[in-house]
């Protein structure tokens, strides 16, 4: 079909170049025509050839198709199979990918258990850490046991995961704890002194109550700091009392030791402690006044007090001696017994009795009675200044108290009542002043009271003695 148009078409362009040609190129037409047929032969030739090639291409194409055809028909029928086999195996795997997302929800249900579940563990396990973390911090063996307050620190940071290892180390350290805290023993171990230095010496742990020292210089009880883990020493030394048991104790010369169960408490007091003479310089101008008295009735007590010991005398043995001679009429024995006792006031009294032994008994008496009287104010001197001295001791103290009162309503004037601080010096003034006069007049009053009865016995005994002695006398002179 290609080859007839391209024949048709040079035929018409001849056609119409013939008549388009005027006649007198007919000649040249005639050759141009010859020339125009050899073109078309040749023409038609390459046609026929084109044909031929054409035809053949077209032989080969279809030989192809049909080649490619058998091998699509079967690629088909591969491709049929292979999406038969994928349709089997998609709808095994959509079953196989439904029971594995049923088992990933089971899974996550599961899991979420699970986690709610170790949550609420970790939770009870970080709770009780806590619990052990301030049970260790507040436990006096800390001191010794460094470590294990380091190994709860990343548990309650959250910084580890709290498995099975640190719930066996926590449950190790709790029975470690158990096991230290009842016991009592003495370590080697290092604490704070009372100047700040650390030093080291022997630590006497009695469990969890307290702990003391002893270093060559002191011995004294150790407090504990739940800050800092570590023991200073009380910034106060006991009395030698307990600083005696406790040395005997740790040298195994006694069983008996003091503990403090309040766990320092107590121990914190004694710092806070003040003696007698602690106080003192806290009352005031009006305490010198009470310790002046108190300083005179003392001398006043030990004076009378001796004096009254050297002229006491056992009256019954002396009397009776005496009476023994005066009824036998042995008047140098009676004269040389009484003179052997001179410093004695019943001597003294009974001698003047003997000197005067030729009176009438009304007169003797009398004489007797003379001498009792002139012993009886030596015997008495400062007994009433005793009295007077006890009497003021507790009316300074209450001067001391009004005083401190009226100091403590000034500041309050003043500064108000926001500050105890600035209140207390009033108060204290005002306490320790009472607290002292009371003191010295309590002791003072007893032993004015106890001095008083030792003179009135001394001189009942004179009284007794001499009559006793007037009624021997005149017996005997009426028998003769």
């Known amino acids: ?8 078409t040079l035929f018409v362009m001849l056609l119409g170049l013939l008549l388009l040609t005027p006649l007198s190129y007919a000649q040249d037409m005639r050759e141009n025509v010859i020339e125009a047929r050899k073109k078309r032969e040749e023409l038609l030739k390459k046609a026929r050839i084109e044909k031929e090639r054409a035809l053949r291409e077209k032989r080969e194409a279809i030989e192809r198709i049909l080649k490619d055809k058998n091998s699509l028909l079967s690629a088909i029928k591969k491709l049929k199979k292979e999406n038969e086999r994928l349709k089997r195996e998609n ?8 029971k594995l997302k049923s088992m990933e929800k089971e899974l996550i249900s599961k899991r ?14 970080r709770v009780n850490a806590k619990d052990i973390d301030s049970l260790f911090r507040q436990s006096l063996q800390s001191a010794f046991l460094k470590d294990r307050i380091k190994f709860m620190d990343p548990i309650l940071s959250q910084i580890e995961f709290p498995g099975m290892g640190h719930v066996r180390r926590m449950v190790d350290l709790l029975f470690k704890e158990i096991e230290l805290s009842g016991q009592v023993r003495v370590v080697k171990g290092n604490f704070v002194d009372r100047s700040g230095k650390e030093v080291s010496g022997n630590i006497l742990i009695l469990g969890n109550f307290s702990a003391a020292y002893r270093i060559p210089e002191e011995r004294g009880f150790l407090l504990y700091s739940d800050t800092s883990q570590r023991l200073f020493a009380l910034s106060k030394l006991p009395p030698h009392r307990i600083s005696k048991k406790l040395i005997d104790y740790m040298e195994g010369r006694s069983i008996d030791v003091p503990i ?4 320092g408490a107590a121990l914190r007091q004694l710092t806070h402690r003040l ?4 106080h003192i310089p806290k009352g005031g101008p ?7 008295i108190a300083a005179v009735a003392f001398l006043i007590i030990i004076e009378r007090s001796l004096y009254l010991s050297i ?9 009776d001696l005496m009476l023994n001679y005066a009824s036998r009429g042995d008047w140098d024995s009676c004269l040389s017994l009484c003179k052997k006792k001179i410093g004695k006031p019943i001597s003294r009294v009974l001698l003047s009795g003997i000197k005067n032994r030729g009176l009438s008994r009304q007169d003797l008496e009398n004489v007797l009675q003379e001498a009792i009287l002139n012993e009886i104010p030596p015997l008495e001197r400062f007994l009433s200044t005793l009295g007077m001295l006890a009497a003021i001791s507790p009316l300074l103290g209450l001067l001391g108290t009004v005083t401190g009162m009226i100091k403590t309503f000034h500041v309050i004037t003043f500064y108000g009542t926001g500050d105890p601080k600035m209140m207390s010096a009033g108060i204290s003034e005002a306490l320790v002043t009472t607290m002292l006069g009371l003191s010295v007049a309590i002791p003072v009053m007893l032993f004015h009271t106890l ?23 005149f017996s005997k002179i009426e028998e003769g």
Do not use: Y
């Open 1 to 8: 079909m290609k080859v007839k148009n391209i024949i048709r």
């Open 91 to 98: 709808k095994e795997l959509g079953n196989t990918l439904d």
């Open 112 to 125: 979420d258990e699970i986690e709610e579940n170790v949550k609420e563990l970790v939770g009870v396990i």
């Open 260 to 263: 403090a169960i309040s766990r």
């Open 275 to 278: 003696s007698l003479i602690e």
């Open 286 to 292: 009006l305490v010198w006044p009470i310790v002046g």
């Open 311 to 319: 002229k006491d005398i056992r009256p019954e043995k002396f009397a």
């Open 451 to 473: 001095l008083t009865r030792k003179v009135e016995n001394m001189i009942s005994q004179m009284e007794k003695k001499s009559i006793a002695f007037v009624n021997t006398l």
